[in-house]
């Protein structure tokens, strides 16, 4: 028997208007662009960070292992530790980065969105490309349209679920 002709169909096509993406604006123009380069960057300095750690931590062996080499092993030793501070640094700067990015996009964390966007602003080896797009992201970030898209999580009091 026929549904009533009221009844949503579940195999119909959608219609234009449905399948049309929500309109954005202009005051929100370009932050999608600056959240995906901050991500980016994110991203390198993570995987910068994965494939050097195993080097450092094999210089450190190295050294340490070796007490002759080039006559100043506490030298080299140093640089290796401080070698694996750096990379860890840049792990944890590359996640913050990576999270910092998704949330401008998602619209959630609105302060580690800018932080986020000021950690982009860091002078470090990526800077010429995260800077301009950090600030832009940083710019619009400050607009009350943008922080009143954020989502705000409401947290109940204690003892109510």
Same mark, same amino acid.
Request: hydrophobic share 45%.
């Given at each position: 028997?026929?549904?009533?002709?009221? $009844? /949503?169909?579940?195999?119909?096509?959608?219609?234009? =208007?449905?399948?049309?993406?929500?309109?954005?604006?202009s005051v929100a123009y370009g932050l999608g662009v600056a959240s995906t380069v901050?991500?980016? +960057?994110?991203?390198?300095?993570?995987?910068?960070?994965? *494939? $050097?750690?195993?080097?450092?931590?094999?210089? &450190?062996?190295?050294?340490?292992?070796?007490?002759?080499?080039? %006559?100043?092993?506490?030298?080299?030793? =140093?640089?290796?530790?401080?070698?694996?501070? &750096?990379?860890? $640094?840049?792990?944890?700067?590359?996640?913050?980065?990576? &999270? $910092?990015?998704?949330?401008?996009?998602?619209?959630?964390?609105?302060?580690?969105? *800018?932080?986020?966007?000021?950690? %982009? +602003?860091?002078?470090?080896?990526?800077?010429?490309?995260?800077?301009?797009?950090?600030?832009?992201?940083l710019w619009k970030l400050s607009r009350p349209v943008i922080r009143g898209q954020?989502?705000? /999580?409401? *947290?109940?009091?204690?003892?109510?679920?």
């Open positions: 028997m026929p549904s009533a002709p009221s $009844a /949503q169909n579940p195999f119909r096509s959608p219609s234009p =208007e449905e399948t049309a993406a929500p309109a954005t604006s901050i991500m980016t +960057c994110g991203v390198i300095y993570l995987l910068l960070a994965i *494939v $050097a750690v195993p080097l450092s931590i094999q210089m &450190y062996r190295t050294v340490s292992s070796d007490t002759d080499s080039y %006559g100043q092993p506490a030298f080299y030793l =140093e640089s290796a530790l401080k070698a694996i501070v &750096y990379e860890i $640094a840049y792990a944890v700067l590359g996640g913050l980065l990576v &999270y $910092a990015g998704w949330s401008i996009r998602k619209r959630k964390n609105y302060w580690v969105s *800018v932080i986020g966007s000021i950690a %982009g +602003c860091l002078p470090l080896p990526l800077v010429l490309v995260s800077f301009f797009p950090s600030v832009w992201a954020f989502v705000t /999580q409401i *947290v109940p009091p204690d003892g109510d679920s």
